[in-house]
T-cell receptor
Framework: DSGVTQTPKHLITATGQRVTLRCSPR?????VYWYQQSLDQGLQFLIQ???????AKGNILERFSAQQFPDLHSELNLSSLELGDSALYFC??????????????FGEGSRLTVL | KNEVEQSPQNLTAQEGEFITINCSYS?????LHWLQQHPGGGIVSLFM???GKKKHGRLIATINIQEKHSSLHITASHPRDSAVYIC??????????FGKGTRLSVIA
């Protein structure tokens, strides 16, 4: 158990819909990272928050947004869903501001299927 | 742009064999991570290193900064080691760049 909790584990929805994925980081970790893993792309970095503020942004679509709340949990919002958004979405946390300053702890992932 | 190449893409081994997975990258890095992804999808961080060598149980990770190369070794492999092993690197404060992974199957 990494200490990182992601919900829901599985989600099936239709094109055009909006979903919210939730992540609770490991106790004491201030950084939360979101990654997308699709079958043909491998892991892709989406966005990072550190202590409530956006720290780094990857190739995150404009239809996607995220935030980190005062209690440090984070939510990833995916809207106007397309078939190609079907993927595993991982959250990871670390103590420091960057992935250089400590080990990354991953959640179990949320598997999104868009029909 | 930093490219991360892993080899081999797929690897099948007999139980007990010594296994090596390689990772090469194209630019100087500040840190390299080795991750293990289980068949169910969960990801576990195995190592983070920026120089030298680290060992944890039957797993050993090495990195050669000059050659821009890292290896992950598994000694006395076991079927429970079957997983996808992913190398990821970071340059300065930029986000992690991931390799495509090496799928390992260990047969009893």
């Amino acid at each position: 158990d990494s200490g990182v909790t992601q919900t829901p584990k599985h989600l099936i929805t239709a094109t055009g819909q909006r979903v919210t994925l939730r992540c609770s980081p490991r106790s004491g970790d201030l950084s939360v990272y979101w990654y997308q893993q699709s079958l043909d792309q491998g892991l892709q970095f989406l966005i990072q928050y550190y202590n409530g503020e956006e720290r780094a942004k990857g190739n995150i679509l404009e239809r996607f947004s995220a935030q980190q709340f005062p209690d440090l949990h984070s939510e990833l919002n995916l809207s106007s869903l397309e078939l190609g958004d079907s993927a595993l979405y991982f959250c990871a946390s670390s103590v420091g501001r960057t992935a250089n300053t400590g080990e990354l702890f991953f959640g179990e992932g949320s598997r999104l299927t868009v029909l | 742009k930093n490219e991360v190449e892993q080899s081999p893409q797929n690897l099948t081994a007999q139980e007990g064999e010594f296994i090596t997975i390689n990772c090469s990258y194209s630019v100087g890095i500040s840190a390299l991570h080795w991750l293990q992804q289980h068949p169910g999808g969960g990801i576990v961080s195995l190592f983070m290193l920026s120089s030298g060598k680290k060992k944890h149980g039957r797993l050993i990770a090495t990195i050669n900064i000059q050659e821009k190369h890292s290896s992950l070794h598994i000694t006395a492999s076991h079927p429970r080691d079957s997983a996808v092993y992913i190398c990821a690197v970071r340059v300065g404060n930029t986000p992690l760049v991931f390799g495509k992974g090496t799928r390992l199957s260990v047969i009893a």
